[in-house]
């Protein structure tokens, strides 16, 4: 005989959350790509192997994935502020990285700053149960 369980419901999604794990997403795959550039252009320090690029970009780009699936748990945005200093961090190796690490800088700054402050103003819903309309 089979279990039947109710769905988990989970809280809505918050501005914040959503417009950062937008910012994330997108973020993986130029950070990803800014991997393959250090790479390409044997930025890293003589006794490190370029192929350190690659996989330096692909660990931070699988990390940037993870939490914005994982942005709604406690310390998640946190973790994308250490995650831009990072991506800034390369501008070291690649200076044009600064420009990209600038822009979604940006893009994460206003998901976070602008999107707690229209948090703030949104009323929350917290009740789980239908709402229904009586006449």
Do not use: C, N
Not at 35 to 43: E, Q, R
Not at 92 to 117: D, S
């Amino acid at each position: 005989m089979a279990r039947m369980s109710t769905p988990r419901t989970r809280a809505p999604r918050t501005l914040t959350q959503k417009l950062g794990s937008v910012v994330l997403g997108f973020e993986s795959v130029v950070v990803f790509l800014a991997g393959l550039t250090v790479y390409g252009l044997k930025a890293l320090p003589a006794p490190i192997p370029p192929w350190w690029g690659i996989v330096g970009g692909s660990v931070v780009a699988i990390v940037m994935i993870a939490l914005a699936g994982a942005i709604a748990r406690p310390g998640a945005i946190a973790v994308g502020w250490v995650l831009q200093v990072l991506v800034l961090a390369a501008a070291f190796l690649v200076p044009a990285i600064a420009l990209v690490a600038l822009i979604f800088g940006g893009m994460w700054a206003y998901a976070t700053i602008v999107g707690a402050r229209v948090d703030r103003r949104t009323p929350t819903v917290t009740s789980t149960e239908p709402h229904t309309e009586s006449e």
